[in-house]
């Protein structure tokens, strides 16, 4: 019997071995059995959560056509500056929108700021709240912070009398949402905070179809600054009211800053943020 001796060396972290093998005539070599030694590659390190604070503007519905003037596009300069428009828009109408100050026009995408990453997501009216859930979670695995636009309430209901309506705004916070905006109702609402994070119900027609009376008549911009992992650092609200051509202009009547502070405390008097006689909002 023919004995041989194999020697396995293995260099790096494992050292080096030595196995002493007997084999017979015609038997399969070791060096076939035994698979060869494959270095495992590092782990890749764990990605550092950025820091810093992002500044994150919204306004209510803008309307196919609808157009801002210079004097409000100032109110857009943030980070990110979203809407969710009632329907998608024409090549040209997106442009107008994008060079208006819009960073984000459908309600929908994602970007990043200073290494912070965002995502932006728009259900619509009747969403299904698990799948909802879902999509939320999924996409706060992939972002730092988590924006939902969402249909909530019929036209012209600017009560917030809880129901579907806030059960699905609070479910999307616990899935990860940092801030949650309604749309719908074309009139503004109250806002609140669930679990520090700040929803607003509704910030009425921002542009839209002029002639628009009443309640119809106000809206705003809403201005929040969000800590990189999504946590609340302060916020403003600005009212405004269209022109003759249904563009978004200061509002000089008050009405609108009155309505959110109203509304506010009335539908949401232990969650709502405070809102300030200028329109600086702070958690209680």
């Known amino acids: 019997m023919l004995f041989a001796l194999v020697l396995l060396l ?6 080096v071995h030595a196995v002493a093998v007997a084999t017979a005539p015609g038997s399969r070599p070791l060096w076939l059995a035994v698979p060869p030694f494959v270095p495992r590659p590092p782990a890749p390190p764990p990605r550092q ?34 809407a969710n428009p009632p329907y998608r828009r024409t090549p040209a109408a997106a442009a107008g929108l994008r060079a208006a100050g819009f960073t984000i026009i459908n309600g929908y995408g994602t ?13 619509p009216a009747g969403a299904d709240p698990t799948a909802a859930r879902r999509a939320v979670t999924a996409a ?11 249909r909530l309430g019929a036209p012209g209901r600017y009560r917030v009398a809880g129901g579907a309506e806030v059960r699905f705004a609070r479910a999307v916070v616990d899935a990860g949402a940092d801030l949650v905006l ?36 106000t809206a705003g911009v809403l201005r929040v600054t ?49 809102v300030g006689a200028t329109g600086a909002l702070s958690a209680r």
């Not at 009139?187 to 009443?214: K, Q, S």
């Open 10 to 15: 293995a260099t790096g972290l494992t050292g």
């Open 49 to 82: 959560r950025p820091s810093g604070l992002l500044s994150i503007v919204a306004t209510g519905d803008v309307t196919a056509g609808a157009t801002v003037p210079d004097g409000v596009r100032r109110l857009l300069r943030a980070d990110v500056a979203t």
């Open 111 to 123: 970007t990043a700021v200073r290494g912070i990453r965002v995502e932006v997501l728009g259900f």
């Open 140 to 150: 706060a695995k992939r972002a730092d912070v988590v924006v939902v636009h969402a």
């Open 182 to 217: 309604g749309h719908g109702p074309g009139v503004l609402r109250g806002m609140e905070f669930h679990r520090g994070r700040l929803i607003a119900y509704g910030l009425g027609t921002f542009a839209g179809p002029a002639g628009r009376t009443g309640r119809y008549a």
């Open 226 to 274: 969000l800590r990189a992992d999504g946590g609340w650092a302060g916020g403003t609200f600005t009212a405004t009211r269209p022109d003759r051509a249904g563009r978004p202009v200061a509002d000089r009547t008050g009405a609108g800053l009155r309505h959110v502070r109203e509304l506010t405390a009335s539908d949401f008097p232990g969650t709502g943020p405070a």
